[in-house]
């Protein structure tokens, strides 16, 4: 009896941490993943980057896996990565596959920058003007909306980088995120660095291991709490320091870690939300906010957001490949010649009270 193959696109997401190969059949739905963590190189200056030719080797080594199987036929391929790596990675990708592990005409030569990638399904899936709060390492707030072009990379110190072209005190300026012929206005903030030096502080004060953190959530009437308190922030008072652990916040005043982490995250969020007010514009009439990436999974921090967010109703995604997802819906007219189908984005409403 022969085998029916499954037509699917692939999509390598490479992101700063975690490398990943996803297969999405006719229905954008997700039906094979494959995972790595490849850790970082050092550039000609001693600075960490990341390891070009091991990414290279782990996507060769995945296309040539799918293509023993009787199981897909890949009608299409995408990239996408980190402006910083992704002119590399096409090049490096457009190589192995004239060596003949699947057609050479599956992959255009030119991928997407990750954050654009994460954005599209976004603006194929909502009838309503949004912002996009785009999370992981980087937290990436995007207003489509707003016609302004140009980016911002807030400083995390209080003061934000500039506009493009000024002499910004020696921070590197990311490209305005461009879709199509549409140039995004969007603002950065190193929201995942932060927090997790942060998180290392305190599980070595509290004498906590493993991922404690993922497991506590907040009640409203808390964030109301801290909201009301008018000593100021306990985190970060002079903003983000150079090493990004605050190790001058006093914790002795906190009883529990849920407590250190709750005030952390807050103060934290609060920074963050400085990135936030530049990409809002003046007169702004934008409703809807969605959280996706892996803070949209972190119960402290969207509940924090929607909260200080108070004019948007916030929606946090359950998926985990928003970003495949958006590279995948890119070619999926050369895959399938055929209109988007209906996509799942697992949105869940944060509400502004105690469930």
């Known amino acids: 009896m022969d085998l029916q193959f499954t037509d699917v696109i692939a999509v ?10 996803r297969l999405f059949d006719r ?9 790595k963590i ?7 200056n001693g600075s960490p980057c990341e390891d070009i030719q091991a990414i290279a080797a782990w996507m060769e080594t995945c296309l040539r896996n799918v293509s023993a199987t009787s199981l897909y036929n890949i009608r299409a391929l995408n990239l996408a990565a980190g402006d910083d790596c992704l002119a590399k990675l096409e090049s490096s990708l457009t190589h192995s596959l004239k060596s003949g592990i699947a057609g050479t005409s599956l992959f255009k030569g030119k991928g997407m920058n990750s954050t654009a990638a994460s954005l599209i399904p976004y ?3 909502s009838d309503k003007p949004f912002i996009l709060v785009s999370t992981g390492t980087w937290c990436t707030f995007m207003n489509p909306f707003d016609h302004e072009s140009g980016s911002v990379t807030h400083a995390g110190n209080g003061k934000t980088a500039g506009k493009p072209g000024e002499n910004t005190g020696g921070m ?3 490209a305005a995120i461009t879709v199509g012929e549409r140039q995004i206005k969007s603002s950065q903030f190193p929201l995942g660095e932060v927090h997790d030096r942060n998180v290392e502080m305190l599980d070595d004060h509290f004498g906590v291991t493993g991922e404690l953190y993922k497991t506590i959530k907040i009640k409203h009437k808390k964030i109301l709490k801290m909201q009301a308190n008018r000593r100021g922030r306990v985190f970060f008072r002079h903003g983000i320091p150079a090493g990004q652990a605050d190790t001058l916040a006093d914790l002795s005043h906190f009883l529990t870690y849920a ?29 809807i906010a969605y959280i996706t990436g ?7 921090f969207v509940r924090i957001l929607a909260a200080r967010a108070e004019d948007k109703r916030v929606y946090a995604s359950t998926i985990d490949y928003a970003t495949a997802l958006g590279a995948a819906m890119e070619v999926y007219q050369q895959a399938f010649d055929a209109g988007l189908p209906p996509v799942y984005l697992g949105l869940k409403a944060i509400l502004l009270r105690d469930e």
């Open 123 to 125: 603006l194929k899936g």
């Open 27 to 35: 229905s954008l739905n997700p039906v094979h993943t494959e995972e």
């Open 259 to 287: 407590d250190a982490y709750h005030q952390m995250m807050y103060d934290l969020t609060d920074e963050c939300l400085m990135a936030y007010r530049e990409i809002i514009a003046e007169g702004d009439t934008t409703e």
């Open 294 to 300: 892996g803070f949209a999974h972190n119960d402290t």
């Open 172 to 174: 590197e300026m990311d």
């Open 12 to 21: 390598f997401d490479i992101g700063r941490s975690w490398k990943r190969f």
């Open 38 to 44: 490849i850790a970082e190189a050092k550039d000609a």
